[in-house]
Nanobody
Framework: QVQHVESGGGLVQPGGSLRLSCEGSGFFVGNYGMMWYRQAPEKERELVAAISNAGGTTTYAESVKGRFTISRDNVKDAVYLQMKSLKPEDTAVYYC??????????????WGQGTQVTVSS
């Protein structure tokens, strides 16, 4: 059974940092592209960052470039999202997702349960 478990969300002040983790099970993470999406209240879910199966290629939403870093550890079946210089507009539920292929272009087929990130003073 394919599963993702996200962790690391919470409440942080503007300018602060958080590191989200996603641990996969039921499949070999190293075979697939992995993504982080987010969904804010009353907004559509959006792609935040993606990383290729071997970790050599990444892409980011314009709104997070230079502030967020996606990485992976295929030995641990884990994907991470390091978030710095957080802004109130980063407030959302963040979801980890697995791609159907080695890159995010294959589209997501499994989702985690999400972790809430709230940026507020």
């Amino acid at each position: 059974q394919v599963q993702h478990v996200e962790s690391g969300g919470g409440l942080v002040q503007p300018g602060g940092s958080l590191r989200l983790s996603c641990e996969g099970s039921g499949f070999f993470v190293g075979n697939y592209g992995m993504m982080w999406y987010r969904q804010a209240p009353e907004k559509e879910r959006e792609l935040v960052a993606a990383i290729s199966n071997a970790g050599g290629t990444t892409t980011y939403a314009e709104s997070v470039k230079g502030r967020f870093t996606i990485s992976r550890d295929n030995v641990k079946d884990a994907v991470y999202l390091q978030m710095k210089s957080l802004k109130p507009e980063d407030t959302a539920v963040y979801y980890c997702a697995k791609s159907r292929t080695w890159w995010y272009s294959g589209g997501p087929d499994y989702w985690g349960q999400g972790t809430q990130v709230t940026v507020s003073s």
